[in-house]
């Protein structure tokens, strides 16, 4: 068995453009990881996508709009959006609190996969 205490790890700012907080994310269990992240209100993360890794949006708290690809979706609390390998993405806070979810990458999240779109 393994067990992380995720919610005692510190909250930071990545330049992405939102408040990340490492839930779960070891060399041990290359199989996925788990950050929750924070987008302010107003906020919008910069276009980036993920090389090599499926990510899952999973929305706690606020409301805002995903642009995936070349499509765009309003998303909520339990709404759950799927990301493959490579794709564009970037999250909008289109409400009035702190939009908030779970970033769920499998493989797990490594910086050298994070491509920043914005910076080409």
């Known amino acids: 068995m393994q067990w992380h205490r995720g919610g005692d790890q510190r909250e930071y ?4 453009g939102c408040w990340i907080t490492e839930w ?9 990881s788990i950050a ?3 987008v302010p209100v107003r906020g919008v993360t910069r276009r980036h996508a993920l090389d090599g890794l499926t990510e899952r949006y999973v ?12 499509r765009s979706i309003d998303v909520t609390v339990g709404d759950v959006v799927v990301i493959e390998p490579g794709e564009a993405q970037r ?7 702190d939009l908030v979810f779970l970033a769920i990458c499998t493989p797990r999240f490594r910086p050298e ?8």
């Open 91 to 97: 999250i909008t806070n289109t409400g009035d609190v």
């Open 24 to 32: 779960a994310n070891r060399a041990d269990d290359e199989s996925m």
């Open 13 to 16: 700012w990545f330049e992405e």
């Open 36 to 38: 929750r992240a924070r």
């Open 59 to 70: 929305l706690l708290d606020g409301a805002g709009r995903a642009e995936i690809g070349n």
């Open 113 to 120: 996969a994070y491509r920043d779109l914005e910076a080409q």
